[in-house]
């Protein structure tokens, strides 16, 4: 869930990606309120929830080619298999 939420969020770190964003974070971007305090496992699992099935409501991002650094051939980001 926390590679998928850092790209909805887009913070890009200084290699390459997305920076990880705290449950807090990502919480509070969705919207969620929280029934208690937050560090309590069972709140925790409840806003982990919550932000996984936000993010199935999302579009699906197209991923861009990925690139062989040796060969600097471009391959497809998904293999079909074909």
């Not at 869930?1 to 971007?29: D, I, N, T």
């Not at 993010?55 to 991002?61: E, G, N, V």
Request: proline share 9%.
């Amino acid at each position: 869930m926390q590679r998928a939420f850092a790209e909805v969020y887009g913070e890009p770190r200084s290699y390459r990606g997305y920076r990880w964003q705290k449950l807090q974070v990502a919480a509070a971007y969705i919207g969620y309120e929280w029934p208690g305090s937050a560090h309590r496992a069972v709140n925790d699992c409840q806003a982990t929830r919550a932000i996984w099935h936000w993010l199935q409501r999302q579009p699906i991002p197209s991923a861009p080619p990925r690139t062989n650094r040796e060969t600097a051939a471009v391959e497809p980001a998904i293999h079909t298999g074909a």
